[in-house]
């Protein structure tokens, strides 16, 4: 075709209905865990809804298990415009230079889910989203996992049983803190690369929701899992806030209600996919249960606890103060 036809014919596609009607507004979801999970079934929820109410005005693809980007490359291929939406979990946000997000890294700050979302969904979680518009990026939601056990190839029960081995985590420097507070070598590492490291022994152990853990089958490479629920894993589902203040107003709106509604429905599941994960790998019966006592919980609370003050002058004190006024932590 000639160019003065080809440009004719972009001209008329543009301005024309039929036109619009072939070309959907397509939003790439890159996310780093698989699809029986609950990040994994809010992705597939939200397109399910997206998807149907738009009338194919939308088409979401989900690229689950860092199939398109792994966790560190994924934030910059948002913020390059490769991808639409992502829901990276709180504790990624950190080199992006969003630190307040590790807040929700801090050992023991929660005890239940219900702290957790009085904190998320009231004016500390808008201000947390807000700070990151001028990094090119809107927050959308807050998305559950749920609280993180400890595994490793030895037992963990005491604070002492943690020195000297070397545990993976995600980019967090709260998470770092953490495991220095116990005597442990954190290794910060891609959550695709997790599983191998522990079959060759690259990392003695790790931190995970028990979703995560057995959907990449972390059970049977790791001899121990200890149910500490120490920690929270949960996500920020983000935009690139130029792809999202282009869209259409009617169909923002229309996004909107269906990550609403997807946001719903992964707070309704997300509990019951880990208690389902953790009989799961019980059942496998490669990796032993250990449940701690309540002086032995007690004791790695007292361990951890320096790390809420290291990091006040990283995250804020205030705000650290805000969410044990809001939870009435005491330690
Ligand atoms: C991890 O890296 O361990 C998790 O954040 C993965 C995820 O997205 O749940």
């Known amino acids: 075709m000639k160019l003065a036809h080809l440009i004719t014919a972009a001209a008329l596609c ?3 209905l039929a036109c619009w009607a072939q070309a959907p507004i397509v939003i790439k979801f890159s996310h780093v865990v698989a699809d029986d999970t609950p990040k994994g079934k809010g992705a597939m929820k939200f397109k399910e809804l997206a998807e149907a109410r738009s009338k194919g005005r939308v088409k979401v693809e989900v690229y689950p298990n860092s199939q398109l980007y792994k966790d560190k490359e994924e934030l910059e291929a948002l913020q390059l415009g490769a991808v639409q939406m992502l829901a990276p979990s709180l504790s990624k946000f ?6 307040e997000f590790e807040v929700f890294d801090l050992p023991f700050i929660f005890d239940n889910v219900q702290e957790l979302h009085r904190v998320m969904d009231g004016a500390i979680g808008s201000r947390l989203m807000k700070s990151l518009e001028p990094k090119g990026l809107v927050g959308l939601a807050f998305w559950d996992n749920g609280f993180k056990e400890m595994t490793a190839n030895t037992p963990l029960k005491k604070p002492e049983d943690f020195k ?10 709260v998470l770092d803190a953490q495991f220095r507070a116990v005597g442990a070598n954190p290794q910060v590492m891609a959550f695709s690369e997790v599983y191998q490291a522990m079959q060759t022994g690259v990392v003695d152990g790790s931190e995970n929701t028990a979703s995560n853990i057995f959907s990449q089958h972390h059970n049977e490479v790791q001899k121990y899992l200890t149910v500490s629920d120490h920690g929270y894993i949960g996500y920020a589902v983000v935009v690139n806030k130029k792809f999202w203040d282009g869209l259409p107003a009617d169909i923002r709106t229309l996004l909107e209600g269906a990550m609403k509604d997807a ?3 992964t707070t309704e599941h997300a509990q019951t996919d880990n208690d389902e994960a953790l009989k799961k790998i019980a059942a496998v019966g490669k990796t ?8 032995e919980r007690t004791a790695w609370k007292k361990a951890m606890a320096k790390v809420h003050r290291q990091m006040e002058d990283r995250i804020g004190r205030d705000l650290i103060l805000a969410i044990y006024k809001e939870t009435g932590f005491k330690e």
């Open 263 to 265: 946001t719903k429905f």
């Open 164 to 173: 000297g081995l070397k545990m993976r985590i995600q980019s967090s420097k």
């Open 288 to 295: 032993q249960m250990i449940t701690l006592t309540r002086e």
């Open 14 to 16: 543009v301005t024309s």
């Open 94 to 99: 950190g080199p992006l230079g969003a630190k």
